[in-house]
């Protein structure tokens, strides 16, 4: 039996708050994305030193504590992960600040290795879930305009086109997906 998102029902995969405990599962997936390259969820910063375990430590301590900021500065940062793997993350910004208006209130991004499994709709389905239990109402996605893959995922998870905008980083479309409250 298999999800809507493609995975197999009990997979075994799941989003985990980061941990430090990860930190070789973690930098397993840093490596494959390249260096210099974006990996969106993860709430990577050039700052950041993520190669020493000192660094890591600040890091994943920075991820946790922006969980329980002020409203419009909290941001939920989930790994994706199977067994002992990172296979990604995601990250559920709450509030309506600018972060918000450029980025999204979600952004996600699956190591190479692991894309086309549906891992992105999947996770981004979990996340929703994550926001209706927040009390949002609706979360702004936003992707490059030649992203296919984050196209598609967004679709098929719900997202209705507002626009397509310049940025600073070129076009991006942006996509509204309602989050629909559980019946009681």
């Not at 067994?83 to 990250?91: K, M, P, T």
């Not at 290795?113 to 209706?132: D, F, P």
Request: aromatic share 8%; proline share 3%.
């Amino acid at each position: 039996m298999f999800t809507s998102s493609g995975i197999p029902a009990g997979s075994g995969h799941r989003l985990i708050e980061p941990s430090v405990d990860m930190y070789g599962e973690w930098r397993d997936a840093h490596v494959e994305w390249g260096r210099g390259l974006h990996e969106d969820g993860f709430g990577l910063l050039p700052s950041d030193d993520v190669d020493s375990i000192p660094g890591f430590e600040l890091w994943v301590a920075r991820l946790i504590a922006a969980s329980g900021e002020g409203r419009d500065g909290r941001c939920s940062y989930r790994w994706i992960v199977e067994g002992d793997r990172v296979l990604g993350g995601i990250a559920l910004r709450h509030g309506d600040g600018d972060l918000v208006r450029n980025l999204g209130n979600i952004g996600y991004g699956i190591r190479p290795s692991e894309r086309r499994r549906g891992l992105a709709t999947w996770a981004l389905g979990e996340i929703i879930a994550e926001a209706r239990v927040a009390g949002m109402d609706r979360v702004l996605v936003v992707c490059a305009t030649g992203n296919t893959g984050s196209v598609k995922t967004i679709e098929r998870c719900g997202g209705v086109l507002e626009s397509i905008q310049d940025t600073e980083l070129g076009p991006a479309r942006r996509y509204w997906i309602t989050v629909v409250k559980s019946r009681t």
